[in-house]
C-alpha cells in the first residue's frame, strides 16, 4: 500500500468513528442519569413495521426492572415462583450468562409482582435492589455474591409499591434510600457493604425516585425526592445542605433533574412541577406549575427544552427555564415512557405496547416510524401495564414487558 493510500485509509476510519460509535448504559437513565446517549450512527427512520428484531428472551421471570448494559452483557431482575434473581444475557444473543438469586421473598402487589429497580454496573459489580428492600453486591462477570444488606436493617419500611429505586454508585459508596426514622438516605462501602452514613437530619419515608450525584459551588452532593422533600445532602457525611418542602401526592416516581444550579421536578396526581434555584445552603422557588404532571414515564431535557408526558395534555415539551408549555400532543401515542439518543426520543405506550421514534424538537411531534410489541406477556396483572422504560445502547434497543425482553437493531 502506497502513502497516499494508507492516508486516505486513515482518514476513512476517522470520518467512520466521528460519525458513528457505541455507548455503554450502566444503570438507570444511563451513565449521568440523564436519561440521554451520546451515541451515534442510530437509524433515523423506521422501516414498516420497525426496526429488526434481534433477539427475544423470555426466561427472565416477571418484574418491571430496567437495563443497564455494558459491553456484551444485558443486566436486569425477574422474579420467579420462589426467588428474584439478578440476570445477566448476551446482549449478542439474549441467552442467559449467569442469575443470582438476591432473595427467597418476593414483592407481592396488585399492579405486578417481582422487582422495581435497574441494576447498576460499577466496574468489576453490579449492584440491584428488589422490590422488598434486598439489596447485593455481585461480581458482574461471574455473578458471585460478594455482599447483601436490607433495607429494614437501616429502618426502612417497603413502600406500598415495593422498593423502585436504582441505587447510586458514586466512588467508593452505594447511595441508596431507606427511608425512616433512622435517615432517608444511607451511603454504604461499595466493596463491604458496611454503613459509612445515614442522613439523620432528612428521614422521610422511602418514596419511588431514585437519586441524582452533582457538584454545586464545590461540594458534591446527592439530591433526591419524597413526597415531602426535595433535598441535597453531603456526599461526605450526609448531613443536609438545603431542602425545598414539596406537597407531592400518593407516589412520587421521576428523577430529579439538575443544569446550572438549578434542580427540576415533577411528578403525577394532578401535581405538577418546579424548578428551582439553589443558593449556597437554601433552594428558592424559580416556578411550580401543572404543565408537565409526569406520573412515572420520566422527564428528559434536551437544550432548553425537557419532554415527557403529562398527565392530560399528553406529550408535552416545556421550557426549562420560564416552566411555559411549548407544544402537547395528544392523539399520537398513549401514556408512556421516553428515552432519548442521537437526537431522536424513542417513545412507548404502557397499554398497548406501540413504540415510536420522534425527533428531539421544541417545533412540534415529528414522528419517525412506529410498530407495536409483539408478542406481549400473558402474566402481566390485569392493574398493570408496560412501564420498564426504553434502554438504548450500543445499536441497540431493548424494551420489556415483564418476562418478554426484546432487543432490535437500531443501527443505521
Known amino acids: 500500500m502506497n502513502r497516499l493510500s494508507r492516508i486516505l485509509t486513515i482518514l476513512i476510519c476517522l470520518l467512520s468513528v466521528s460519525h458513528s460509535w457505541s455507548e455503554d448504559w450502566p444503570g438507570w437513565r444511563g451513565a449521568d442519569r440523564t436519561d440521554i446517549s451520546t451515541e451515534k450512527g442510530l437509524m433515523r427512520e423506521w422501516p414498516e413495521g420497525g426496526p429488526k428484531q434481534a433477539w427475544l428472551s423470555t426466561k427472565c421471570g416477571v418484574g418491571y426492572s430496567g437495563f443497564a448494559v455494558v459491553g456484551n452483557h444485558v443486566y436486569t431482575m425477574g422474579a420467579y415462583a420462589n426467588d428474584v434473581r439478578l440476570i445477566c444475557l448476551s446482549a449478542e444473543n439474549g441467552e442467559a450468562k449467569w442469575k443470582t438469586i438476591m432473595t427467597e421473598s418476593v414483592l407481592e402487589n396488585g399492579w405486578g409482582d417481582g422487582p422495581r429497580g435497574t441494576p447498576t454496573v460499577d466496574g468489576d459489580h453490579v449492584y440491584a435492589l428488589a422490590g422488598e428492600g434486598t439489596l447485593v453486591c455481585c461480581n458482574a462477570a461471574s455473578g458471585e455474591l460478594v455482599w447483601k444488606t436490607n433495607m429494614k436493617d437501616f429502618g426502612g419500611r417497603v413502600p406500598n409499591w415495593g422498593y423502585t429505586e436504582s441505587v447510586l454508585v458514586d466512588g467508593d459508596q452505594v447511595i441508596c434510600t431507606p427511608g425512616g426514622d433512622s435517615g432517608t ?134 421550557n426549562f427555564e420560564t416552566g411555559e408549555e411549548v407544544w402537547a400532543e395528544k392523539n399520537a401515542l398513549g401514556k408512556g415512557a421516553i428515552a432519548c439518543a442521537d437526537g431522536q426520543f424513542y417513545c412507548i405506550s404502557e397499554r398497548n405496547g406501540e413504540v415510536v421514534l420522534i425527533d428531539v424538537s421544541p417545533e412540534g411531534w415529528q414522528e419517525k416510524g412506529r410498530f407495536q410489541l409483539n408478542p406481549q406477556s400473558e402474566f402481566r396483572s390485569p392493574r398493570g401495564a408496560i412501564w420498564t422504560h426504553p434502554t438504548i445502547a450500543n445499536g441497540k434497543l431493548f424494551l420489556r414487558d415483564q418476562e418478554i425482553i426484546y432487543c432490535y437493531d437500531i443501527r443505521k
Open 185 to 318: 438516605l444511607l451511603a454504604l462501602n461499595k466493596l463491604t457493604g458496611e454503613k459509612i452514613w445515614q442522613s439523620s437530619e432528612f428521614r422521610d419515608r422511602a418514596d419511588y425516585s431514585s437519586p441524582i450525584v452533582i457538584e454545586h459551588n464545590g461540594v458534591r452532593q446527592y439530591i433526591q425526592l419524597t413526597q415531602q422533600t426535595l433535598a441535597g445532602v453531603s456526599a461526605k457525611d450526609g448531613s443536609v445542605l438545603w431542602s425545598y418542602p414539596w406537597a407531592g401526592r400518593t407516589a412520587v416516581i421521576p428523577t430529579p433533574i439538575y443544569r446550572d444550579g438549578k434542580v427540576y421536578i415533577a411528578c403525577g396526581y394532578g401535581v405538577g412541577c418546579a424548578l428551582v434555584q439553589l443558593t449556597k445552603d437554601s433552594a428558592e422557588e424559580v416556578y411550580e406549575n401543572k404543565v408537565m404532571k409526569n406520573h412515572h414515564g420520566g422527564v428528559i431535557l434536551v437544550g432548553d427544552h425537557l419532554y415527557g408526558y403529562s398527565d392530560g395534555p399528553g406529550w408535552t415539551c416545556q
